[in-house]
């Protein structure tokens, strides 16, 4: 059984295979977590990410961690939040997919994830945080990820993760 745990912290200076990105369909950097990762991984993330030709909302695309102390960054785009009525659960949970799928291509065995949207996309963060655990729960034993930590940036969002995470699973884990 993988490990789901919630951490509070930055998500450049976690020790695992693969960070997440919360990133936008450019992919060639913003503020919030996408700034604080091209900062920390230097100007050659940037230089790789141009070659990518951009990336469509709810999917992600993968590049080396540079200077980052890991092996890969999963760029995900997330939605922006509108209101809920254009497809902004299921975009949202398709970006955890992608990137539990991209795990297993690298063969990534434990990753981090910040919480995608909640920042400037505005997505409401409970609804977030369920929509990340649910997914996370469905996907990741076929991925071969052993443990994912959700990085949460304040004592709020670190609140909502751990409340979530000891509430039993909806729907049966596989
Ligand atoms: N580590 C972990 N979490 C963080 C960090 C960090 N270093 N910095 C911020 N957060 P956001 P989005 C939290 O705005 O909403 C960028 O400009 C933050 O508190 O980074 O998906 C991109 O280029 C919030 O809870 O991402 C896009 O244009 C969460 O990370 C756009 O923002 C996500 O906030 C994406 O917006």
Redesign the pocket.
Known sequence: MAELIAVQ????TQRVDAIV????T?LL?????????HRAAGPELLAECRKLGGCSTGDAKATPGFHLPVKWVFHA??P?WQGGGRDEDDLLANCYKRCLELAKTHQVKTIAF??????????P?KRAAHIAIDTVREFVEKSGVEVVRF????AE?LAIYEQFLAEPPLKPVA
């Open positions: 912290g930055d998500i450049t990105n919360a990133a936008n450019s950097g913003g503020g919030g977590v996408d700034g604080a990762i785009v997330g922006v910040p919480a995608i949207s909640t920042g400037v996309y505005h997505f963060p990085v949460c940036f304040n969002t």
